[in-house]
Each structure stands twice: as structure tokens, then as C-alpha cells.
T-cell receptor
Framework: AQTVTQSQPEMSVQEAETVTLSCTYD???????LFWYKQPPSRQMILVIR??????QNATENRFSVNFQKAAKSFSLKISDSQLGDAAMYFC????????FGTGTRLTIIP | DAGVIQSPRHEVTEMGQEVTLRCKPI?????LFWYRQTMMRGLELLIY????????DSGMPEDRFSAKMPNASFSTLKIQPSEPRDSAVYFC?????????????FGQGTRLTVV
């Protein structure tokens, strides 16, 4: 079975600074994808970024980027120039046919 | 498209009562997932369907939980009888199964409180 571990229940960062959220996973599969989802207080789940496991190049989406280390089974999310609107729960997910999520990291932005 | 639609948004029920949560996936999506979110366990996958067929229900906590998908546009998650420990937010999500990199779209969730 696949497992996803987010070891930081809570993180905080000063506005405009950079923060990195950690995620590790365990799988015996060779073909899969990885995702980061954001859940603001509205409860809506929003896709932030995705990474194909077969690609060595790290995915980027504007201020969001990942550090994907396949051998280490690590998939961290870096948020640059943090903004107040980035405050949310962030979930890491592993997926092929189904999606397995971690327990989440609550990110607080300090003005 | 209106997105994934779940009803009700909130449900308060007494212990022992039957609860039915409903989900309408995005038209054209052929995978549907039910998740339960709690503070302690995060998002747990309860069951998922491909083309209306249940594929993996290993996450269903016990026999009190059941899920159906009678057609491509409707699914239900039923708890009978409900218990206070079932209190959580239940999410339905749908996805186009053509590619594993496709995004899963979530509904707004149903907050269930069992008293």
C-alpha cells in the first residue's frame, strides 16, 4: 500500500519570505504522479502543482515549485514571496489510478 | 460545468440514525472518489469507482459504511447506524481516468456531526 507522510503539522512564514513544506511517500510502483493541493478556510480543494515521476525536471507554477527526489521518495513544495492568500492547509498526494493524501500542513502567513 | 456537487453541505444527526451523503460528479469524468477528512488522519480514501464499478473499498472503516454509484452522474455514501466518531468532513471527487496526471476535482464537502 502507498503511504504519504507530511511531518510538519504546522508551519509559519513571514510575508514575502520563502517556505518549504516537506512530503515523503512510500511506494513500490514505478509509474505515478505527485500533487500538491491547497485547502483554504473555504474548504475547497485546489490543485497547486503536479509532477510526473518519470520526469527529472522539477515542476514550477509561478511562485510554487517542487523539489522531487525520486530515489529518496521526497516531494517538497517551495513557496516563494509568500502572500497572505497562501494561508491554508496544504496536502501532498501520490497517485496513479487512485490518489493517496498525507495528513496536511497548516501554513500561516505572518504579516 | 458546475463542478462536483455534494449535498447536503452540513448534516447534524443523532447517534443511531441513518445518514446518506450525495454526490454528482463532473460530466464526462469516469472515476469517483469518496474521502473522509479529520484532523488526526487527514484525507482518507474510503472507496473509489471507475465507470460506476467499485474498484477499491478497503478504506471503508466498517460494515456500517456503504457506497453506491447507480449511474455515471450520481453516487451515495451511507452510514447506518451513525456514531459520534463518524463526525468528519466527507468529500467526493471526480477525475477523468484517461490520464493519471489529471486533476481530481473536489466537491465542497459535507460536514457531518453525529451527536
Amino acid at each position: 500500500a502507498q503511504t504519504v507522510t507530511q511531518s510538519q503539522p504546522e508551519m509559519s512564514v513571514q510575508e514575502a519570505e520563502t517556505v518549504t513544506l516537506s512530503c515523503t511517500y512510500d511506494t513500490s510502483e514505478s509509474d505515478y504522479y505527485l500533487f500538491w493541493y491547497k485547502q483554504p478556510p473555504s474548504r475547497q480543494m485546489i490543485l497547486v502543482i503536479r509532477q510526473e515521476a518519470y520526469k527529472q525536471q522539477n515542476a514550477t507554477e509561478n511562485r510554487f515549485s517542487v523539489n522531487f527526489q525520486k530515489a529518496a521518495k521526497s516531494f517538497s513544495l517551495k513557496i516563494s514571496d509568500s502572500q497572505l492568500g497562501d494561508a491554508a492547509m496544504y496536502f501532498c498526494a501520490w497517485g496513479n489510478e487512485k490518489l493517496t493524501f498525507g495528513t496536511g500542513t497548516r501554513l500561516t502567513i505572518i504579516p | 460545468d458546475a463542478g462536483v456537487i455534494q449535498s447536503p453541505r452540513h448534516e447534524v444527526t443523532e447517534m443511531g440514525q441513518e445518514v446518506t451523503l450525495r454526490c454528482k460528479p463532473i460530466s464526462g469524468h469516469n472515476s469517483l472518489f469518496w474521502y473522509r477528512q479529520t484532523m488526526m488522519r487527514g484525507l482518507e480514501l474510503l472507496i473509489y469507482f471507475n465507470n460506476n464499478v467499485p474498484i477499491d473499498d478497503s478504506g471503508m472503516p466498517e460494515d456500517r459504511f456503504s457506497a453506491k454509484m447507480p449511474n455515471a452522474s450520481f453516487s451515495t455514501l451511507k452510514i447506518q447506524p451513525s456514531e459520534p466518531r463518524d463526525s468528519a468532513v466527507y468529500f467526493c471527487a471526480s477525475r477523468d481516468r484517461q490520464g493519471w496526471n489529471t486533476e481530481a476535482f473536489f466537491g465542497q464537502g459535507t460536514r457531518l456531526t453525529v451527536v
